[in-house]
């Protein structure tokens, strides 16, 4: 998400594992690989007409049609380039499925604004990248999956909905939770990162909790009391919080009032989330915890906590010099991505 104190994305790397893992990518270590399987660039167009730029990737030694999967983005301005994504895709490609990742709106090749992007016009370019594959002779229509991480995880529901016959979603550290429950958590977290102390941090994270509210609702009286209590904070050493409430986009209205809950509760198509205990984006406890309810009222969603691992589920290795996800995370993936679409003979089995 772009507006301020409104971002899921991976902010907590320290700089030294930043220069490690640029330096492993510069000489070409494993750790960023290319993909493991047949390129070739594609381009379709999305919900309003924006012309989006990818790469699909086939599996070596494989007959076709395959499954396929596409990789949806997380908050930040993803282009297909990023290693992550062919980390991500090699687990897929080794289970002889098809990967599509494209530009996200607005980055790299792909056209459109995307400090102006909706949540709305992302959840139609993810729709429009499913039809793509579905008008290949190539792909098994019937056999397409969505991979959604961080702020993609909360648009993976809507998107298999609106898709139609969906196999499977993965969500990597997506919250089934309203965008404002979940961004509260990591405003939370980012409060103590600043060494803003517990108390104050939870007493912020209340106001812009109101301050979201407001922007949805906004009353005379609410305004007055908003101000009133930004300017008792205005003077103190710790605040964080606006000073004055000032004219926000339609865009960021859009945003913090999306909610996946309608679409999780008609639910029809087996979901697999991901989390670990340390992230500080997510709040993985809520998450569980909801993802229970959905799993009592008969939805096929179930999910895997890592025991101390971050918002990436992954990270720089120095033994293997290289990127790696956390034990047992490609298995699990390529696992139950190979259950709901099955996999052809040749396929290869995920170190």
């Not at 961004?183 to 517990?198: G, K, P, R, T």
């Not at 996946?260 to 989330?273: A, Q, V």
Request: hydrophobic letters at 40%.
């Amino acid at each position: 998400m772009k507006a301020p104190l409104l971002c899921a994305g991976v902010r907590r790397w320290t700089c030294l594992g930043s220069i490690v893992l640029l330096a492993i990518c510069l000489t070409g270590s494993a750790g960023c690989a290319s993909f493991a399987g047949k390129t070739q660039d594609v381009s379709f167009v999305g919900g309003d007409g924006i012309e989006l730029r990818g790469t699909l990737v086939f599996p070596e030694d494989v007959t076709t049609p395959v499954p396929a999967v596409v990789l949806l983005h997380g908050a930040e301005r993803a282009t297909r380039k990023r290693f992550i994504y062919r980390m991500t895709g090699n687990v897929f490609l080794k289970r002889g499925m098809a990967v599509l990742v494209y530009d996200k709106r607005g980055a790299g090749e792909s056209g459109g604004n995307y400090e102006e992007t909706t949540y709305a016009q992302l959840v139609a370019d993810a729709v429009a990248a499913v039809k793509l594959l579905r008008q290949r002779d190539d792909i098994d229509p019937t056999r397409i999956g969505l991979f959604g991480a961080s702020e993609s995880g909360w648009l993976t529901p809507e998107i298999a909905e609106r898709s139609g016959d969906i196999a499977f979603v993965i969500n990597k550290v997506g919250a089934p939770l309203s965008v404002r429950e979940t961004i509260a958590w990591e405003v939370y977290n980012d409060l103590l990162a600043d060494d803003v102390s517990e108390d104050s941090a939870r007493e912020q994270t209340e106001i812009f909790r109101r301050i979201w509210a407001y922007r949805l609702a906004p009353t005379p009286e609410e305004r007055i009391a908003l101000e009133e209590t930004l300017a008792l904070w205005a003077g103190r050493e710790a605040s964080r919080l606006p000073v004055e409430l000032k004219e926000v986009s339609e865009s960021y209205l859009a945003d913090i009032s999306y909610d996946p809950t309608p679409f999780l509760e008609r639910l029809t198509i087996p979901m697999l989330y991901l989390y670990g205990t340390e992230d500080v984006n997510i709040p993985t406890e809520a998450c569980v915890a909801r993802l229970r309810e959905l799993a009592a009222d008969g939805k096929p969603v179930s999910f895997h906590v890592f025991e101390g691992a971050g918002h990436e589920l992954g990270g720089v290795s120095l033994l293997s010099l290289g990127y790696r996800f956390v034990d047992g995370y490609a298995n699990l993936v390529g696992a139950f991505a190979e259950q709901h679409v099955g996999s052809p003979a040749s396929a290869r089995p995920v170190r």
